[in-house]
């Protein structure tokens, strides 16, 4: 079976440009993560989707950061503007359920995101 | 607020050798704990959680973990260290208010042969 497919890996672009990643997690999976990790720190949550819909978005900068999960199956996040301070990995991850947080989550290989 | 600390940025082992990478957590209520491997250009692996019951966890690779209430500890055991376990460890705890997964800043452990 397929795990969490993410694309692209890696992306390098100018501040103020925008970005776009995208993700398919594990066929059958309700529950649908987007994390960002900065160099030298564990992940952070980004959003939480429960099918279609965001569960958990308090840690999403709303002014620039934006997120979609058509269907209940692939996911995009998108950036725009970039900043300097946005370079990052950021990882996708999927789950059976949510429930009370105990399903264990499958992570993609993640995005390498380069601001200059 | 729920936290989980990972006291060692680097534990350096030899092949053979037990190894154990330490890990703390701060919650409120009982704790779900989760244990992550991440290798290099790679996202996390799952290893083991700990939900309720055993305290002593068994997952993959022949790593272990021991929930320790009294200490508020959840560290991750391997008997006989390989090379290739060389990579970074996340310990990890969710917020039950929220469901949210913390995770830890990692523990890079290093393998000599």
């Known amino acids: 079976e397929a795990g969490v497919v993410q694309s692209p890996r890696y992306k390098i672009i100018e501040k103020k440009q925008p970005v776009a990643f995208w993700c398919n997690p594990i066929?059958?999976?309700?529950?649908l993560y987007w994390y960002r990790q900065n160099l030298g720190q564990g992940p952070e949550l980004l959003i939480r989707?429960?099918?279609?819909?965001?569960?958990?978005d308090s840690q999403l900068p709303k002014d620039r950061f934006s997120a979609e999960r058509l269907k209940g199956v692939d996911s995009t996040l998108k950036i725009q503007p970039a900043e300097l301070g946005d370079s990052a990995v950021y990882l996708c991850a999927s789950s059976l359920e949510a429930g009370e947080g105990t399903d264990t989550q499958y992570f993609g290989p993640g995005t390498r995101l380069t601001v200059l | 607020a729920q936290s989980v600390a990972q006291p060692e940025d680097q534990v350096n082992v030899a092949e053979g050798n037990p190894l154990t990478v330490k890990c703390t957590y701060s919650?409120?209520?009982?704790?779900?704990l989760f244990w992550y491997v991440q290798y290099p250009n790679r996202g996390l692996q799952f290893l083991l959680k700990y939900i309720t019951g055993d305290n002593l966890v068994k997952g993959s690779y022949g790593f272990e973990a021991e929930f320790n209430k009294s200490q508020t500890s959840f560290h991750l055991k391997k008997p006989s260290a390989l090379v290739s376990d060389s990579a970074l460890y996340f310990c990890a705890v969710v917020d039950t208010g929220g469901f949210k997964t913390i995770f830890g800043a990692g523990t890079r452990l290093f393998v000599k042969a």
């Open positions: 066929s059958g999976h309700n529950t």
């Open positions: 919650v409120s209520g009982n704790p779900y």
């Open positions: 989707y429960e099918n279609e819909e965001a569960v958990d």
